[in-house]
């Protein structure tokens, strides 16, 4: 069952909250729950916000679902339609950059976002990118906090299951929709929620919410490791320079993690290891020349790509269409 505290935590309440709303079953767990915060007096200025992606022929029946809960609940929703235009990474991120984008636009500073992210989406998520292969952050899953635009995007849900939530709106007697594309098992994430936690739930029971302690578990142990690696070597960085002499000083794994840990906190798209490796090689292991160039980017575009190149003596790390900057350089 949603506990109406847990949510109450995550919010601001001198702040405006907006529930992203599809009308599905998280999202309407969530809205419902926020709903119930306002009726007690918890929140003054609350809105949802339903993103038509125009995908489906069901779509102007969920966005008349959504106009008719949100004025059951009286909350002011905030439609937009967007045009979804499909490239190498495919439907899905391209979808998601949509919603993000509209998001972005739409939040103001210091403004909250609640995304109905919750313990079956963390499993999701740790399971895919270890297909994938992932590093010691991808462990971490979805954090329960993060910026988007000026504002602040928050999953207040991330300990209650996908049972809970529908336990809870049941239990109210909330309607909701379904999405027929959460049935087809084509996009790899619907094939792990349909086809492999349920075997795995077969043999371990709430598998979901064990997965997402393991992720909290290593969100704490990887914030007491930046804080250590931070005290370290922070006497190397100043102002987001680093000399090429002080990094080839240092053990091949400790540079490694000072480039990761500056790619990290100027919110560039973490590379991949083998991109990764492709950097040591080219900026570590040799010595770079104006031509050496490592380009790399994130497939759901949530974070803008990166680019390392050499020029007039010092390593330059760039956010594609982003302003932060890395140089190393020497001296």
């Not at 999701?124 to 979805?142: N, Y």
């Not at 142990?221 to 000399?243: D, G, W």
Request: charged share 30%; hydrophobic share 40%.
């Amino acid at each position: 069952m949603v506990d109406l505290e847990v949510i109450s935590n995550f919010i601001n309440k001198k702040n405006c909250v907006y529930v992203a709303f599809s009308g599905g079953v998280d999202s309407t767990a969530l809205l419902y729950a926020c709903s119930l915060l306002k009726k007690n007096g918890e929140l003054d200025n609350l809105k949802a916000i339903h993103i038509n992606h125009n995908l489906s022929v069901n779509a102007q029946i969920w966005e008349n679902h959504c106009k008719k809960i949100c004025k059951k609940l009286d909350i002011e929703l905030i439609i937009e339609n967007i045009i979804i235009k499909t490239n190498k990474d495919g439907l899905e991120a391209a979808a998601r950059k949509g919603r993000y984008d509209v998001f972005s636009k739409i939040i103001k500073r210091d403004e909250q976002l609640l995304l109905a992210h919750h313990a079956d989406d963390v499993a999701e998520t740790i399971l895919f990118r270890l297909f994938r292969g992932t590093g010691f952050d991808g462990l971490q899953g979805p954090k329960p906090k993060r910026k988007i635009g000026e504002g602040n995007l928050i999953r207040p849900l991330l300990k209650f299951s996908k049972i809970d939530l529908l336990d809870f709106i049941k239990k109210n007697k909330v309607s909701y929709i379904e999405d027929e594309s959460n049935k087809e098992s084509n996009q790899d994430r619907n094939y792990i929620r349909n086809t492999i936690m349920p075997l795995v739930n077969k043999r371990w029971k709430d598998s979901e919410k064990r997965i997402q302690l393991t992720s909290e578990i290593v969100q704490e142990k990887q914030e007491i490791f930046n804080n250590l690696f931070v005290e370290k070597f922070s006497k190397i960085i100043i102002n987001n320079l680093i000399p090429i002499k002080e990094l080839k000083g240092l053990k091949e794994n400790e540079a490694k993690e000072l480039l990761r840990y500056l790619i990290k906190i100027n919110n560039i798209a973490m590379p991949s290891k083998k991109v990764l490796d492709e950097i040591m090689k080219t900026f570590y292991k040799s010595n770079p020349s104006k031509l050496a160039i490592v380009k790399w980017s994130r497939s759901d575009k949530e974070q803008k790509g990166g680019v390392i190149s050499f020029e007039q003596d010092f390593i330059e790390i760039d956010g594609i269409e982003y302003s932060g900057v890395i140089r190393i350089y020497q001296r």
